[in-house]
Nanobody
């Protein structure tokens, strides 16, 4: 069964950087798109970024465009979220998710099948 494990979260000062990892097991990453989502206390979960399996196409939420970069290493079955210029409003639990879909405009509204347990990111001075 497909499983996802996130890591790399932590406490960082505003303007700093973090790299989150999502390790996939139980299947090959070749057939799955991976999405990153986040949920802050008292707020709904929101989509952050997505990377397709077929052509590596990516989608980003407007709030992170130009600051976050998603990448995948199929050989390591791992997807990364590189987060730069972090802001306090980026504080949230970050989750990765997997499904056999294509990353396009409405991908974050899709009912993704598989989810990780989340990793906390706190941006504070």
């Amino acid at each position: 069964q497909l499983q996802l494990v996130e890591s790399g979260g932590g406490l960082v000062q505003p303007g700093g950087s973090l790299r989150l990892s999502c390790i996939v097991s139980g299947t090959t990453l070749d057939y799955y798109a991976i999405g990153w989502f986040r949920q802050a206390p008292g707020k709904e979960r929101e989509g952050v970024s997505c990377i397709s399996s077929s052509d590596g196409s990516t989608v980003y939420a407007d709030s992170v465009k130009g600051r976050f970069t998603i990448s995948r290493d199929n050989a390591k079955n791992t997807v990364y979220l590189h987060m730069n210029s972090l802001k306090p409003e980026d504080t949230a639990v970050y989750y990765c998710a997997a499904d056999q879909i294509y990353c396009s405009g409405y991908v974050f509204s899709f009912p993704w099948d598989y989810w990780g347990q989340g990793t906390q990111v706190t941006v504070s001075s």
